[in-house]
């Protein structure tokens, strides 16, 4: 994720206006901070782990709502039994979940209708944020021992449950999601609302279209280069929200090993978001990778940049380089260090 200071420092050098845009929008925070600060925004992603967790922060619904629908989904979901689970995955489940914490997370996953409706998005996000975790430390969380920023693969978590004679807690999900929803409206939501789209960059101007010629700052965080597996690292949290329960990979998992690969993805999501850009604009790029040098990240992005957008492109600004600390592949291996670099730039486009 980005810092939030990080967005907020490109929003106070922008002498713009116009609507702020994130076509790789993860878990939202350049639309979030952009409506804090009063800015229209919008963002997509491919992930839907990032689109609902971006989406539920960027158009919120009220606490009575939330309140209203947590009694609805309780009251259906007495007597509610979950389908038993079959294959390889069924003995992850049942080490994982309580049976009654089982039930109430399948119930969840079978009625919210987290793409159509704000509320159940809200609630579904906030599912995410409690489904794994390290519950001998909080109560906040509806499984056995986990990571909470990473689902760990089926096979290693039953075999380390078992190992360390782990069985899984009875949590009431009702109860903790209250409590989160509680914790969230502490602060109070930005007043404007945001628009986050289930969509991959590459489609951006289609899938926007009350917002072409309007786009008047991109700030934006590409997938790094060779580096996170968005999907393997989600895959319980991506079956909450209707995949399959299972971590295998289609052969393609849409991750960059190639720096040849890259810069054509990039090109096409420049060009994705062409239509979407006003008569001027800035581009912010937060852009990262394994051992990828500044020389190489600025190449790729000004080429990019230069074959997508059919316009003239200069860099302003180089900003800083820094070496990823506390990612979340990192938190699980130890002390080693990391050879990610992330470098930051600044694009004007007219
Ligand atoms: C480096 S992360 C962005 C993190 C974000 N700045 C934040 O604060 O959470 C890159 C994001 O790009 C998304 N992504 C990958 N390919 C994409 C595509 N073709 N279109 C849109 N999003 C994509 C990934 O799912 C991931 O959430």
């Known amino acids: ?13 922008t002498s713009f206006d116009g609507v702020v845009f994130d076509p790789f929008c993860g878990r939202g925070t350049t639309v979030f901070e952009s409506l804090l600060r009063d800015r229209d925004a ?5 992930h839907p782990v990032a689109a609902c967790v971006a989406g539920a922060k960027a158009d919120a619904p009220s606490r009575k709502e939330v ?10 979901s007495a007597g509610f039994e979950a389908p038993a689970m079959h294959g390889a995955t069924a003995e992850f489940f049942e080490l994982c979940f ?4 089982y039930a109430e997370v399948v119930f969840l996953r079978e009625h919210l209708d987290w793409r159509g409706d704000r509320t159940d998005r809200f609630i579904a996000a906030l599912s995410l944020g409690s489904l794994h975790g390290e519950s001998h430390r909080t109560p906040n969380c509806f499984s056995n021992r986990m990571p909470r920023t990473i689902s760990t693969k089926p096979r290693y978590s039953v075999r380390w449950w078992r190992k360390n004679e782990l069985t899984p807690p009875r949590r009431d999900v009702f109860e903790i999601l209250r409590r989160m929803a509680e914790y969230r409206f502490e602060s109070r939501p930005p007043r404007r ?3 986050v789209r289930l969509a991959d960059a590459r489609e951006a101007g289609a899938r926007f279209p009350s917002l072409r010629g309007t786009v008047t ?12 597996n968005y999907r393997e690292d989600q895959w319980l949290r991506l079956w909450f929200l209707g995949g399959e329960a299972t971590d295998r990979l289609p052969p393609h998992d849409g991750r960059h090993y190639s720096a040849d690969k890259y810069k054509d993805f990039l090109t096409e999501a420049w060009a994705g978001v062409a239509p979407l850009l006003a008569a001027e604009a ?3 790029v937060r852009m990262g990778g394994r051992r990828l040098t500044k020389e190489a990240a600025r190449v790729t992005l000004l080429e990019s940049l230069r074959d997508g957008l059919p316009r003239s492109v200069s860099l302003v600004d180089e900003g800083a380089s820094s070496r990823v600390r506390g990612t979340q592949a990192n938190a699980f291996r130890g002390d080693k260090p990391s050879d990610t670099l992330e470098h930051d730039f600044r694009f004007d486009v007219v």
């Open 1 to 13: 994720m980005f810092p939030e200071t990080f967005v907020a420092e490109q929003l106070a050098v």
């Open 42 to 46: 919008a963002g997509c992603d491919v």
């Open 67 to 76: 309140t209203a629908r947590l009694s609805e989904l309780e009251e259906e």
């Open 98 to 101: 309580h049976p009654s914490t």
């Open 193 to 195: 609302r945001g628009r």
């Open 217 to 228: 700052d991109v700030i934006t965080s590409p997938p790094y280069l060779d580096t996170t």
């Open 282 to 284: 800035r581009i912010v």
